[in-house]
């Protein structure tokens, strides 16, 4: 609640309220706090914390960036940082098939955010009978992640990783870090080590 110093005039039937001078500061303050402790909360959040142990372990300097709002997509990712959407990698979960009638397994493509997955193409290249999109309890089970925070690294399990060979294209990289307001940088090549992925056209 503002401060607020009351001054009765004679010709106001009611007392009106004027605001002290330091309020805009206090008021400011008591933003950066709210902000800071929403900061940490997520840096401490157990999936963010996961994946930034990962990357310590694999020698990764690009600290974990807190955004301002969830990104859940790769445009929305994009707009908060100020970069093109496709320097964005994208990490899709996928339901693979070797037979129509086999149980599926996860497959992880760390697309950029510019294009879409050629699941057909993707399936060919592999040798699988099926590749469709995974929905949110796959997900969530086989990766440790919700949806909108699946991150390349830190995962329940290993994953077979594809990496599209188009964000060679670019020096930096964003990828989700396990929350969707948390996001990290790095390289092409660093990616393709961390995750331990094979790149590969996907578009």
Known sequence: MSEQVFEKH????????????????CRAAR??????????????HASVARVRAT????????AVVVLDGAARTAAQAAAYLGVDVAQIANSLVFTTRVSPDASPEPLLVLTSGGHRVDTAKVAA???????????????????GFAIGGVAPVGHL????????SALAAYEVIWAAAGHPHAVFPTTF??????????VADVA
């Open 31 to 44: 933003y950066r706090a709210r902000v800071s402790d929403t900061a940490d909360s997520i840096l401490t």
């Open 157 to 164: 399990a290993p994953l077979t990783t594809l990496v599209d």
């Open 125 to 143: 290249d592999l040798g699988l009978a099926q590749v469709g999109r995974a929905d949110a309890d796959f997900v969530r089970e086989r990766t």
């Open 189 to 198: 090549a660093e990616l393709v080590r961390i995750s331990g992925g094979r």
């Open 55 to 62: 990357l310590a372990e694999a020698g990764v300097q690009g």
């Open 10 to 25: 004679s010709n106001l039937p009611h007392r009106q309220p004027v605001k002290t001078a330091h309020e805009p500061a």
